[in-house]
């Protein structure tokens, strides 16, 4: 089946107890056995519970991938995959990040002896493999990364990786499934923050696992059992009757971003445009080669100072000033005080993560109201 055929039926046949067609939320926290170990594939809904299983079948299916494990955050699913990790080992990263990353890396896991190292999203295959150590077990990916839409080429850094035997984890947040498939490319294990593009309504926080591997599957399902951090049965339906629409979504926020970048490259009041999308940005043809589209996010940097960005988001009518992205209204966010704040400034800054650095989140309104706003909000 095509990605639209999936989005809409992978792991949702009619309910056959009743031939509902739309996967029925089983809002049960328990059910009943019919003797000492008989049971008709649940116990609990901690363990597992149907609508979710719907849900973990589709994200799967989705990402090409074999298995799929959905949490109530994506944070929750982060802190997952890296439940794979020991005291004393170490993970490499791209330096661009979610802020929430940055501090679930440094704020908790180096309370349990992991460290882990930072390197450019662009730096290259020999410097990430130069950063490796003899404890090194993980590469961290995201790309397009956040907030400054670098790519990494996923495919050959995992080849580079895979000969040092380190799992490849990608975030695969900002493209979607849609427009970036990892797995194909050579990553172990996809993260998701489902409350982003997945569910795409701006109801609902999740996260989600995909891999292939049966063993990385064991390992993070036994976690995700043990530490609990697993969605309830209504988030799960409202992720997935998000899901349905995600490909015509992804469709129409890529389109309105490309107009948006175009508008946002000319104006005088601007001094740089991210959006791989744009033939000047530094990964454009990684991007056409890796992505199948160039996605719905926009990054800009004003210029002027804290004190002009400060004045400008004021005036958003269309825009909302906001954190989290993907939905189908569109965000502008202020990744310094927002997003990225519990990175330090000295390195917020030495990264690119200035005061007058803008985050859009395009969404699928009429573009021309789009560019209307920050049209007015630049003048």
């Keep these: 089946m095509k990605f639209a055929t999936r989005a809409i039926h992978a792991g949702q046949e009619p309910d056959p107890s009743t031939g509902a067609v739309m996967t029925p939320i089983f809002q ?51 802190n997952a995959v890296l439940s794979l990790l020991s005291a004393g080992d170490h993970l490499i990263s791209c330096d661009d990040l979610y802020g929430g990353t940055y501090r679930l890396f440094e704020r908790v896991l180096k309370r349990y002896n992991v460290e882990a190292s930072y390197l450019s999203a662009s730096a290259g295959i020999e410097a990430y493999e130069k950063a490796i150590r003899p404890n090194t077990k993980m590469l961290w990916l995201e790309t397009p990364t956040n907030p400054l839409l670098t790519l990494v080429d996923i495919r050959a850094l995992a080849e580079m990786a895979h000969r040092h035997k380190l799992i490849v984890v990608v975030d695969n947040t900002f493209a979607s499934p849609y427009f970036q498939q990892p797995l194909e490319l050579g990553a172990d294990v996809v993260v998701h923050s ?53 490909a015509v ?20 009041r601007v001094a740089k445009v991210y959006y791989p999308g744009l033939p000047t940005h530094p990964d454009h043809e990684l991007a056409k080669r890796q992505m199948s589209g160039f996605g719905g996010m ?58 007058t650095l803008l985050r859009l989140s395009i969404g699928i309104e009429d573009v021309e109201d789009l560019v209307g706003d920050l049209e007015q909000v630049l003048r």
Excluded at 206 to 218: F, K, R, S, V
Excluded at 298 to 314: C, H, I, P, T, W
Excluded at 318 to 329: I, K, R, Y
């Design 28 to 78: 049960t926290s328990t059910y009943a056995q019919a003797g000492l170990g008989e049971n008709k594939g649940y116990e609990y809904s901690r363990s597992g519970n149907p609508t979710r299983t719907a849900l973990e079948s589709c994200l799967a299916a989705l990402e090409n991938g074999q298995y799929g494990l959905a949490f109530a955050s994506g944070l929750a699913a982060e």
């Design 194 to 246: 489902t409350t982003k593009y997945i569910n795409g309504h701006s109801d609902v926080v999740g996260g989600a696992l995909i891999m292939n591997d049966p063993a990385l599957h064991e390992a993070i399902k036994f976690f995700q059992n043990a530490a609990g951090g697993v969605p309830g049965p209504f988030d799960s339906w409202l992720t997935l009757r998000g899901i349905k629409t995600l």
């Design 249 to 268: 979504r992804m469709r129409q926020h890529a389109e309105n971003a490309m107009t948006v970048a175009r508008f946002l490259a000319e104006h005088p």
């Design 298 to 355: 926009v990054s800009f940097q004003l210029k002027g100072n804290y004190e002009d960005m400060a004045n400008l988001v004021r005036r958003f009518k269309v825009f909302a000033l906001a954190e989290s992205l993907g939905g189908v209204e569109s965000l502008a966010c202020h990744p310094a005080s927002m997003t990225h704040a519990s990175i330090p400034r000295e390195i917020r800054e030495a990264r690119g993560l200035t005061d």
